[in-house]
């Protein structure tokens, strides 16, 4: 491995720093696992995968400090701490993105760097009217994956994704150690500023709401892109692109 491009990929910003340490609470990223293993024991996930994502989700609302939890389906009305938050008319938003938009049933995965530069990942809608074709992310050596989600839309504002959505999953490895083509432990968190989904609250300013669900994917072929999706440029986690 080229270290000096891992470094690079990992330049020390708020964005790259949270996803590092939340991948350590939710993918099993330690500091001590980040050098290749002997060979190609290095997991080679690319291809095209098969998402099916759980019926159900989970909002988080947090205001001065008190952090409530409920949960529902994404055309639910569900009450969170006294907060009423109707799924089905925030989803249906162009500007608001809850988690089966964000992660398509069809995507690509591949690590454009490999071997030389194996963390590096990508992953790629195959649809061409995701309003996200591309999110990059983190992989280590035992399959665990982050992609960061802190996708803005056209707009700005407070209702552009805060840094803190991701997704995260584990490439499964059978008793051997092979991979065994699917991806389990999948969650899809978006995360929202409540001056957002509630601009007539006074009392949600300052609020964080996110919305989490589950997924698994299935491993369905080689790597390739439709002839309407162009392959997009390398980037890190925060988007940037990488030469």
């Known amino acids: 491995m080229k270290r000096y491009d891992f470094n690079k990929l990992l330049k020390v910003s ?9 991948a350590g609470s939710q ?22 995968y ?8 989970t909002v988080q609302v947090k205001v001065g400090g008190v952090v409530k939890t409920s949960a529902g389906a994404e055309g639910d009305v ?8 109707d799924l089905g008319k925030l989803c ?5 993105h809850c988690p089966s938009e964000v992660l398509w049933d069809q995507v690509a995965i591949h690590q ?20 996200q074709i591309q999110k990059g992310g983190l992989l280590n050596g035992q399959g665990n994956f982050l992609l960061g989600l802190g996708f803005k839309v056209a707009t700005g504002g407070p209702c552009a994704g805060l840094a803190l959505s991701a997704a995260s999953g584990n490439f499964e490895k059978d008793l051997s150690g092979a ?5 389990v432990n999948g969650k899809v968190t978006v995360a929202y500023a409540g001056a957002c989904l509630f601009p007539n609250d006074d009392g949600m300013i300052g609020a964080t709401i996110t ?6 994917a299935h491993r369905v072929g080689d790597f390739a892109l439709p002839e309407t999706i162009e392959k997009p440029p390398i980037t890190d986690p925060e988007g940037n692109p990488i030469p």
């Open 211 to 216: 919305i989490t669900s589950n997924y698994t």
């Open 14 to 22: 708020g964005v790259v720093m949270g996803m590092l340490l939340l």
């Open 179 to 183: 991979l065994t083509g699917t991806i």
């Open 112 to 131: 454009p760097k490999y071997p030389n530069n194996p963390f590096l990942m990508q992953m790629i809608n195959l649809d061409s009217e995701a309003f």
């Open 50 to 57: 098969e998402l099916i994502h759980s019926d159900q989700v």
């Open 92 to 96: 249906a938003r162009p500007e608001v």
């Open 27 to 48: 993918a099993g990223w330690t500091a001590c696992k980040v050098k290749t293993m002997s060979g190609n024991a290095f997991p080679d996930v690319a291809g095209n």
């Open 78 to 85: 569900v009450e969170v701490g006294g907060v009423t938050v």
